[in-house]
């Protein structure tokens, strides 16, 4: 969503040479995302994984505040950039109705000191697309 205005123009061999191919550790992610997105399937994988994966965390979070229990782990500080990440990118519909423990456990997430150290002003992909036109024109 945030990164393909930015392929505009790019055949697949200029996709390669000018993107994937100079990332070598995402270099596989971005050859499969290509310069027009992800299939279709694939992207109805991966919200499926993400329903999943808000289903077993609400399911966890009855058992108190914190993903195992009441006891803050390392479990919390893992899941917490891809439930950041996906509520950045518009899709936190996946948690809030359904899944109101995963809502409840997102702000007291968001509520901790190094939540907010981590997840900084213009950190999120959100903010930084918007920077990005500026940024092109200095």
């Not at 279709?40 to 993400?50: G, I, K």
Request: proline fraction near 5%.
């Amino acid at each position: 969503m945030g990164l393909i205005p930015g392929f505009e123009g790019l055949d697949r061999a200029q996709f390669e040479a000018e993107q994937s191919d100079i990332r070598p550790i995402r270099k596989h992610f971005y050859r499969r995302m290509g310069p027009t997105g992800f299939k279709r399937e694939d992207v109805e994988a991966s919200l499926e994984q993400l329903r999943t994966t808000c289903a077993r965390m609400n399911q966890a979070l009855g058992d108190g505040a914190w993903l195992l229990g009441q006891q803050y782990s390392l479990a919390n500080i893992i899941a917490a950039p891809l439930i950041d990440r996906m509520a950045d990118l518009g899709l936190s519909d996946f948690w809030e109705g359904e899944f109101a423990d995963v809502t409840h456990w997102y702000a007291r997430m968001q509520a901790r000191p190094a939540f907010k150290k981590t997840f900084y002003p213009g950190a999120r992909m959100s903010e930084f697309l918007l920077l990005a036109p500026a940024i092109k024109e200095t």
